[in-house]
């Protein structure tokens, strides 16, 4: 397709017809999807649980962001755009920088910054020194690329800290009560409540964790008409019925990082994508379709990675304020005590859908980027042997990751229409706020 310039009714700030350095042998977006894709690695293969995941892909695509605003004017930094967000030092010596490399670079080192084991993404870093070498990139470009990268990064992880992550490690835990229609541990793990201080964080776009805050869920109850009970009752039925299509679509959107599997006396985790990598992985396959150049992908990395954290705050809010109950403690303790859902439920409570609310909130940015009609072969699960999806935009990629959730029976067809909502409203905050002119 060439290089493209996209719009959505209003012009948006990137013009792709501006390279930040020409002839750069680093302005590869097939390279910086690999960078992406190693993070995303390591960030499987350690157990990050999926909003932890999305704060890694955020500041490490931030670093990267910014090494490129530095040195292409029609990319607006970051900085006073999200308000809370300072400053970011100044190239010393512009014209030796390859903002490309340098962007590389950055994403590496906060990738592995702010994941561990410690060292996990800098054999990496090595390997792109050695390709700057090979190709035969200056001593001097290389060393003022890497510390520029460095400044950048280091200006990042210097502003990370101060998001309350840190603090909330050590906050007090969920406590569970006998309250009726109230969350409770489910199957298989019986985990305590997933990061139940997570709308503590300081999010990038939204005023507060509680700005698209959606209506309240229905009520609980078990009267036959109910709102509450119909919901229940149909996530019953259709999981006790589902067709080859469904299960297909119920595994593919799964991503559950940590999934534990019991067989007989058995227990063994296996993991997959969470579904923030899901959508980065998303991110690169679009770019691809397109044919983005490098400062395109590196942006539209960015932007959906910042509306992946957001939205988990909003959603996180919400999760912890209602506390609902899952529909499958409700059905084993009131309908059939030894039903299982197709997929296994996660760790915190139902109200509204996670993975509806994110997804919702990225197919707004990446529609900004490339358009409401792109349809594409969704890759991302082949490496975990579930077969490919054909999607026809990534408003629908949404609607069927939300759909998931009830196929799988984890979630009230409720939740889904809630998150979907709320996604949408702060993924169009993020476009509103970051993206358009003026």
């Known amino acids: ?12 700030l990137f013009s792709c017809t501006q390279q930040v350095q020409q002839g750069s ?6 390279l910086y999807n690999k960078t992406v894709k190693k993070l995303n690695d390591v960030v499987l293969e ?27 004017s029609s990319l607006l930094s970051l900085s006073g755009r999200i308000k809370h967000m300072p400053a970011m030092p100044k190239p010393i010596s512009p014209d030796q920088i390859d903002y490309s490399l340098a962007a590389i670079l950055a994403c590496i080192k906060v990738g592995n910054a702010v994941t561990f084991p410690e060292g996990s993404m800098m054999g990496f870093y090595e390997e792109i020194l050695e390709k700057a070498d ?7 470009v290389v060393k003022a690329s890497m510390i520029f990268s460095d400044s950048i990064g280091n200006a990042v992880l210097r502003w990370s800290k101060s998001d309350n992550y840190a603090q909330t490690r050590s906050a007090s835990r969920y406590e569970v009560t006998n309250s009726i229609g109230r969350w409770v541990p489910t199957p ?30 229905p009520v609980f109850s078990l009267d036959k008409g109910s709102v509450y009970f119909n919901s229940l009752m ?10 080859a299509e469904q299960k297909h679509v119920a595994a593919f959107w799964d991503d559950n990082p940590f999934k534990m599997n019991v067989v ?60 609902y109950i899952r529909p499958e403690s409700a059905i084993n303790k009131y309908i059939a005590i030894e039903w299982r859902p197709y997929i296994e439920t996660p760790p915190f409570p139902s109200y509204t859908s996670g993975h509806s609310t994110i997804s919702a909130a990225a197919a707004e940015v990446m529609t900004s980027f490339f358009g409401d009609e792109m349809s594409f072969t969704d890759t991302s699960l082949l490496e975990f042997g579930i077969a490919n ?33 709320a996604g949408a409203k702060v993924g169009q905050l993020v476009v509103k706020r970051l993206l358009r002119k003026g």
């Open 134 to 140: 090979s190709l035969g990139v200056s001593s001097e």
């Open 1 to 12: 397709m060439g290089r493209l310039t996209f719009f959505c009714g209003l012009a948006f």
């Open 46 to 72: 350690n157990n990050f649980p999926p909003m932890i995941a999305a704060r890694n892909y955020a500041y490490a695509n931030i670093a990267a962001y910014e090494c490129m605003a530095a040195g292409d």
């Open 264 to 323: 007989g006396h058995v227990m063994f985790a296996s993991k997959k994508f969470s579904p923030a990598g899901h959508w980065m992985n998303i991110v690169g396959i679009a770019a691809n379709r397109a044919g983005a150049d490098f400062p395109t992908t590196v942006s539209a990395y960015t932007y959906t990675a910042i509306a992946l954290f957001d939205a988990f705050i909003s959603c996180w809010d919400e999760k912890f304020r209602s506390n």
């Open 234 to 243: 149909e996530v019953k039925t259709i999981v006790d019925s589902l067709n």
């Open 25 to 30: 042998p680093f302005d590869d977006p097939y």
């Open 389 to 421: 999806r054909e999607i026809k935009s990534f408003r629908k990629a949404a609607q069927e990751a939300s759909i998931s959730r009830l196929y799988g029976g984890i979630h009230y067809r409720f939740d889904l229409d809630s998150g979907n909502v």
């Open 188 to 217: 298989q793990m019986y985990a305590s409540a997933l990061e139940p201080h997570w709308r503590e964080i300081r999010p990038f776009v939204l005023d507060s964790a509680s700005q698209c805050k959606p209506g309240a869920p």
